[in-house]
């Protein structure tokens, strides 16, 4: 089986266009990072590159296409309405693909009082186990095919201030997850975990207090060995770290539409374990 993972896709507004008073603070403050930065001229052609992707998931014939969240740049409505337009019928079927929010879609707390990313994927956070969900739609899993299972899990809030950026899944969706991957529903495959926030770093180690995901050890504790595979974003960069007896492979997509980074991975699951997984940049090709 072939799980399609990418992340990141930041689908940017043409904010200089829009009324400055609408946007929010939170926004005035990330309108620097979208000039001096550098982001407006990096995911400029965000929507396109993503809908390549899309379609390079047909052409893998992929079982599943998994978005590991920061679908949008700042959370904006149009931001949402075009990442759904770039995933064009994928987007329609909670068995072929799954999306999960990150922290860039829960920018403001109107964005997430609003309901923004609910109202365009939330029909993509359906569970085959529902008894299982401990907040709001999550831990949510769904089941492919005989040999895998997709689990979305949320780590990502809503910031107390911009570059406050860090993660957390919590107690709850934990126990739902430690019971969940003990259903008997689940014997004999291969558990595949998305979350936004990267457990580690391209380095093998914890990613800073301000900018990781705080309980990655509790989560590794309940998934560890090949069975299991972390899928994340967050980070910019693509790496793997390979499962050991202590933790679940971990796949970084990085970010799939960057300018210059574009890519994401093609995992491959078989008897019931995740054995690897191989980069490509859009189109298809070998990265």
């Not at 005035?28 to 001096?36: C, F, G, P, Q, Y």
């Not at 296409?65 to 920061?70: C, K, N, P, R, V």
């Not at 093998?204 to 972390?230: K, M, N, Q, S, T």
Request: overall charge positive; hydrophobic content about 40%.
């Amino acid at each position: 089986m072939r799980f399609l993972h990418c992340s990141d896709v930041h689908i940017t507004a043409d904010y200089f266009s829009l009324p400055f008073r609408r946007l929010g603070w939170r926004r005035w403050v990330a309108m620097a990072e979208l000039s001096v930065g550098g982001r407006k001229k990096a995911y400029a052609r965000a929507p396109e590159t993503l809908a390549t992707i899309a379609s390079d998931a047909e052409q893998h014939g992929v079982d599943h296409f998994i978005l590991s969240g920061d679908v949008t740049a700042y959370a904006l409505e149009p931001e949402f309405q075009m990442a759904r337009e770039s995933l064009g019928a994928l987007a329609e079927d909670p068995g072929r693909c799954t999306v999960i929010p990150g922290n860039h879609d829960v920018f403001t707390p109107g964005s997430h009082r609003k309901g923004r990313f609910a109202r365009h994927f939330g029909h993509l956070l359906e569970s085959d186990l529902p008894e299982y969900r401990r907040e709001g739609a999550f831990p949510f899993v769904r089941l492919v095919g005989k040999e895998a299972a997709v689990v979305g899990l949320l780590s990502a809030r809503v910031p107390s201030l911009p570059g406050i950026a860090h993660g957390h899944i919590g107690p709850a969706q934990l126990e739902g997850l430690a019971a969940l991957v003990k259903d008997p529903r689940l014997d004999g495959r291969a558990v595949l975990v998305a979350v936004h926030h990267a457990p580690l770093t391209h380095h093998g180690r914890a990613d800073h207090y301000f900018h990781g995901l705080r309980d990655a050890e509790a989560l590794f504790r309940l998934i560890p060995g090949p069975r299991y595979a972390v899928l994340h974003g967050h980070i910019h960069r693509r790496y793997h770290h390979p499962s050991t007896a202590q933790r679940p492979h971990i796949f970084s997509a990085g970010s799939s539409t960057q300018l210059g980074r574009e890519g994401y991975w093609v995992i491959e699951v078989k008897d019931g374990q995740v054995v690897g997984g191989q980069k490509y940049v859009p189109g298809g090709a070998l990265n």
